[in-house]
């Protein structure tokens, strides 16, 4: 069963709008989660991430909110730029034990000019 | 700074052909990983290598073997390809606090 959900498979913006991309998980025992971004033909590359100790954590355009409670997190670029447009996956882990990845099925983010 | 490379980046195998994945990371990383990435699947652990000398099976080891050959690299084995090995295989290594960093993949064709 999936435990890191990715419900929009794909999401089109307008160039300089925000971008809100979203993802759900249902293992409490998750805390610590991660967005990667990937490219066709690249590997996925990290973008930023979250520990459970934060509900917000910033990086340049790039800001990731998560809601222990509702076991949600979303991740706003904010603006879009043509160059963002690519997948999104979403990853959460448990710091205990053997630490290991779980995806998300990934949202396709285009940016339209 | 190369950081993971995979070879090969793309390979054709017929049904019942064995073949390698390499896997190499230059950034001394304690941990590495092979995933598979299927459409609409995201990204599933195949094996796992927490340190060098240890392997552990992820959630779609079968079909699948894997060497962890020193500390900085990390190979997957298929023995008798089959159709549904038909996927883009990527290696990772771990730094700290669960962050991991991808090579560019392996795209592989079982026909």
């Known amino acids: 069963d999936q435990q890191v959900k990715q419900n929009s498979p794909s999401l089109s913006v307008q160039e300089g709008r925000i971008s809100i991309l979203n993802c759900d998980y249902t293992?409490?025992?998750?805390?610590?989660f991660l967005w990667y971004k990937k490219y066709p033909a690249e590997g996925p590359t990290f973008l930023i991430s979250?520990?459970?100790?934060?509900d917000k954590n910033e990086d340049g355009r790039f800001t990731v909110f998560l809601n222990k409670s509702a076991k949600h997190l979303s991740l706003h670029i904010v603006p879009s730029q043509p160059g963002d447009s690519a997948v999104y996956f979403c990853?959460?882990?448990?710091?205990?034990?053997?630490?290991?990845?779980?995806f998300g099925t990934g949202t396709r983010l285009t940016v339209i000019p | 700074n190369a950081g993971v490379t995979q070879t090969p980046k793309f390979q054709v195998l017929k049904t019942g052909q064995s073949m390698t994945l390499q896997c190499a990371q230059d950034?001394?990383?304690?941990?590495m990983y092979w995933y598979r990435q299927d459409p609409g699947m995201g990204l599933r652990l195949i094996y796992y290598?927490?340190?060098?000398?240890?392997?552990d099976k992820g959630e779609v080891p079968n079909g699948y073997n894997v060497s962890r050959l020193n500390k900085r690299e990390f190979s997957l084995r298929l023995e008798s390809a089959a159709p549904s090995q038909t996927s883009v295989y990527f290696c990772?290594?771990?730094?700290?606090?669960?962050?991991?960093?991808f090579g560019a993949g392996t795209r592989l064709s079982v026909l």
């Open positions: 950034m001394n990383h304690n941990s």
């Open positions: 293992n409490s025992m998750f805390d610590y």
């Open positions: 990772a290594s771990r730094a700290g606090m669960g962050i991991q960093y």
């Open positions: 979250i520990s459970s100790i934060k």
């Open positions: 990853a959460a882990s448990a710091q205990t034990g053997a630490n290991n990845l779980f």
């Open positions: 290598s927490a340190s060098e000398g240890t392997t």
